[in-house]
């Protein structure tokens, strides 16, 4: 990818890739492909999860240090850390999902950040391709995740870029933003001044509908 100092259209032409590359991952099949060399059944699921887990945690960074308040067990929390990034799935608009703390928190740290460091699941804990209109998570006898259902999640996360990338291109990203100057602060540099509709980096005030402009909804 060629450097690009606007931000948001760098990370509009990053998930882009990423979906592309998902749509390779989730078109494999490896008991019929040569360079498999073995009879497996199944896609490329390691990889299609790190992938969908990068686009989740692209998106929940997004929102850290911002004023957008996220329902978890019937508390409104921020995003002010990377181990919050996941509570966008439960934003309203986005992915809608309810999902409680223990489920995030199971969902980032057994199997987004295992799987990206380590290249595996800790033991009890799966993977499914499954069906479009199977539950995301399955959970055990203590209400954490037993198992990721993959293809549910990916059309959630598909769904979810549609409306992201349409506030990124309308809303007020800034170079302002406490993530814009995060990527400043390691590249040791200062890009250009972003455009935006306020320098304050809120994420509040956004009225939005990707089909229906007129008929909007409070990102």
């Known amino acids: 990818m060629a450097q690009i100092n606007n931000y948001k259209e760098s990370t509009i032409t990053s998930i882009k890739e990423t979906l592309i590359a998902l749509d390779f991952c989730f078109g494999y099949d490896k008991s019929n492909n040569e360079k498999w060399e073995t009879t497996d059944a199944g896609i490329l699921g390691m990889p299609a999860l790190i992938l969908l887990s990068s686009i989740i945690d692209t998106m929940g960074a997004y929102f850290r240090g911002t004023n957008m308040e996220f329902e978890v067990d019937g508390e409104k929390r921020i995003i002010e850390k990377a181990a919050h990034h996941f509570y966008i799935l439960n934003h309203t608009v986005l992915f809608k999902l309810g999902l409680s703390d223990m489920v995030i928190t199971d969902f980032y740290s057994k199997y987004r950040s ?98 229906n402009p007129d008929n909007g909804h409070n990102l």
């Open 114 to 211: 295992v799987a990206t460091h380590n290249g595996t699941l800790p033991p009890f804990n799966y993977m499914d391709i499954g069906n479009v209109d199977d539950d995301i998570f399955v959970l055990n006898s203590t209400c954490s995740i037993e198992k990721l259902v993959l293809k549910p999640l990916y059309i959630a996360v598909k769904n979810a870029v549609v409306t992201f990338n349409y506030y990124l291109q309308s809303g007020n990203w800034s170079s302002d933003h406490k993530l814009a100057k995060e990527l400043e602060s390691k590249s040791g540099t200062n890009s250009a001044h972003q455009r935006s509709p306020t320098i304050t980096g809120s994420t509040e005030s956004i009225v939005i509908n990707p089909i």
